[in-house]
Structure formats: structure tokens, C-alpha cells
């Protein structure tokens, strides 16, 4: 008899754990598409730019770059500033990422953690997708904040692991801790200074690298959003020479 109460308690105990687990994976789930709607970037095809500044000891180096973002999740990355990056650019589509310079006879497959310039990579400055390319493991309430613990759903996303800090009072984005397949930390995103831009809702955001050189700082800041129709057939890695033309 004491025996199969214990297993009736057991039994209780798992059902309950996991009740309350799938709880707190809705109420994460919800919390992200919050987060996403407000930024509202999901639908339709948008113009970013962005100024970017890399601060370290040897001094600040600045640039502005032109994000073109197409409804099928594929993305072009231009520099406008400095002049000895404009011939460059950088295409991903989903998981796959390439790179083309002037004089190339055809763009190369990189990665998306590859830095795209100071300590931001390519895959954090085009936007991670929290809510779709991620499932929630944890949550926890610590100090004010949602903690939420994220997994990718596959081994080809740049990363593997993210832990988000969402505040409680203004559902919005504190912090992000980047990882890799193995657990381990490598980029500390912080957002502050939230504004709305021609309807949506972004941050500036500090990148430092938790691996290396961690007295830099590279700042991504929004200047301008714009809804903008994009030829789908301009996203193409042998067109990438042609992209300022297709898109005109």
C-alpha cells in the first residue's frame, strides 16, 4: 500500500512539473510575440538604417549600414559609411549567409557569427528571431525581470543559446546572453533608450563579446525604418553585384 501511494505521488508530482512548465512556455511564448508584434518587423519588406559605433582602447571607429529586409526572411546588409566598406555586402537567407566584395567573381559562404563590424556579428545585427527559430526551456521571475531561457530549434542557427532578461514593468528586452552549442556565453546584448520608429519599437543596443576584448563595446543604434517594396529575385547570392540596381 505505501508503495503505490509513493507512486501515486510521484505520478502527481511529474504531472504537476510538467502542467507548470507548459504554463510558463505559454506565458513566453506570448511575452515574445509581444515583443515581436510591437517591433513589427515580421510582415512585409523594410528599409533599416543603422549607425554603429565601436568603442575601444584604441579609439571609437563609426559606421552606417542599410539593412534590407524582405517578407521571406531574407536579408541584405550594406555599408553607406566608411567609403572603404561600401564595395561589401552581406546576404542571409535563414541559416545561410554569404559575403561579396567588388572584384569577386562569386560570393562566399560565411557564417553568421562572423563580426560584421566592431564586436557585432552579422546574425545580431540583421535581427535574431527569438519567437520562431527558438524553443523556451525555462522561465523564472528573478528582481523584476522574465528570465527566459531559449534553445534553437536546429544546429544550423548562429546560436545556439540565448537567455533573455525582459522586464516585468515594460515587457521589453534588457538583456540577451548569447551561447554556443556547448552552453558556453559568448555576446552580452543591452538594450535601453527604446523609441518608436515610423511604428516600431526598437532599442539601441551595447554588443560585447564575453570571450575576448571584453572592454569593447560596439553600439547599434536605429535611425530610420521605412516600408519599402523589394523584388524577392534581387535576394539571390549570384545577383548580389546587381542588388543596388534590382532594388532601385
Same mark, same amino acid.
Given at each position: 500500500?505505501?508503495? +503505490?501511494? /509513493?507512486?501515486?505521488?510521484?505520478?502527481?508530482?511529474?504531472?504537476? &512539473?510538467?502542467? #507548470?512548465?507548459?504554463?510558463?512556455?505559454?506565458?513566453?511564448?506570448?511575452?515574445?510575440?509581444? $515583443?515581436?508584434?510591437?517591433?513589427?518587423?515580421?510582415?512585409?519588406?523594410?528599409?533599416?538604417?543603422?549607425?554603429?559605433?565601436?568603442?575601444?582602447? @584604441?579609439?571609437?571607429?563609426?559606421?552606417? +549600414?542599410?539593412?534590407?529586409?524582405?517578407?521571406?526572411?531574407?536579408?541584405?546588409?550594406?555599408?553607406?559609411?566608411?567609403?572603404?566598406?561600401?564595395?561589401?555586402?552581406?546576404?542571409? %537567407?535563414?541559416?545561410?549567409?554569404?559575403?561579396?566584395?567588388?572584384?569577386?567573381?562569386?560570393?562566399?559562404? $560565411?557564417?553568421?557569427?562572423? @563580426?560584421?563590424?566592431?564586436?557585432?556579428? %552579422?546574425?545580431?545585427?540583421?535581427?535574431?528571431?527569438?519567437?520562431?527559430?527558438?524553443?523556451?526551456?525555462?522561465?523564472?521571475?528573478?528582481?523584476?525581470?522574465? /528570465?527566459?531561457?531559449?534553445?534553437?530549434?536546429?544546429?544550423? %542557427?548562429?546560436?545556439?543559446? &540565448?537567455?533573455?532578461?525582459?522586464?516585468?514593468?515594460?515587457?521589453?528586452?534588457?538583456?540577451?546572453?548569447?551561447?554556443?552549442?556547448?552552453?558556453?556565453?559568448? @555576446?552580452?546584448?543591452?538594450?535601453?533608450?527604446?523609441?518608436?520608429?515610423?511604428?516600431?519599437?526598437?532599442?539601441?543596443?551595447? %554588443? #560585447?563579446?564575453?570571450?575576448?576584448?571584453?572592454?569593447?563595446?560596439?553600439?547599434?543604434?536605429?535611425?530610420?525604418?521605412?516600408?519599402?517594396?523589394?523584388?524577392?529575385?534581387?535576394?539571390?547570392?549570384?545577383?548580389?553585384?546587381?542588388?543596388?540596381?534590382?532594388?532601385?
Amino acid at each position: 500500500m505505501k508503495k +503505490i501511494w /509513493v507512486l501515486h505521488l510521484f505520478i502527481c508530482l511529474a504531472f504537476f &512539473a510538467f502542467f #507548470s512548465q507548459s504554463i510558463q512556455a505559454n506565458d513566453a511564448v506570448e511575452l515574445l510575440n509581444s $515583443i515581436y508584434a510591437r517591433q513589427g518587423l515580421g510582415e512585409d519588406s523594410f528599409v533599416l538604417d543603422l549607425d554603429m559605433s565601436s568603442q575601444s582602447a @584604441k579609439g571609437i571607429q563609426a559606421a552606417q +549600414i542599410r539593412v534590407y529586409l524582405h517578407q521571406t526572411k531574407k536579408q541584405m546588409v550594406t555599408f553607406l559609411e566608411p567609403v572603404r566598406l561600401q564595395d561589401q555586402s552581406i546576404l542571409v %537567407i535563414g541559416t545561410n549567409t554569404w559575403m561579396f566584395q567588388k572584384g569577386l567573381n562569386r560570393p562566399l559562404r $560565411i557564417s553568421a557569427q562572423q @563580426k560584421l563590424f566592431g564586436d557585432a556579428g %552579422i546574425a545580431e545585427t540583421v535581427g535574431i528571431d527569438y519567437l520562431h527559430d527558438y524553443n523556451v526551456e525555462n522561465m523564472q521571475e528573478i528582481d523584476g525581470y522574465s /528570465v527566459l531561457k531559449l534553445r534553437a530549434i536546429d544546429g544550423s %542557427i548562429a546560436y545556439q543559446g &540565448a537567455e533573455l532578461w525582459i522586464s516585468e514593468a515594460t515587457a521589453t528586452i534588457h538583456k540577451v546572453i548569447l551561447s554556443g552549442s556547448n552552453g558556453q556565453p559568448l @555576446k552580452e546584448l543591452v538594450y535601453s533608450d527604446y523609441q518608436v520608429l515610423n511604428g516600431h519599437e526598437v532599442a539601441t543596443i551595447e %554588443i #560585447s563579446n564575453l570571450l575576448y576584448e571584453r572592454e569593447q563595446r560596439t553600439i547599434l543604434t536605429y535611425r530610420a525604418i521605412t516600408g519599402r517594396q523589394l523584388a524577392e529575385s534581387a535576394f539571390d547570392p549570384l545577383m548580389m553585384g546587381q542588388f543596388e540596381l534590382l532594388v532601385r
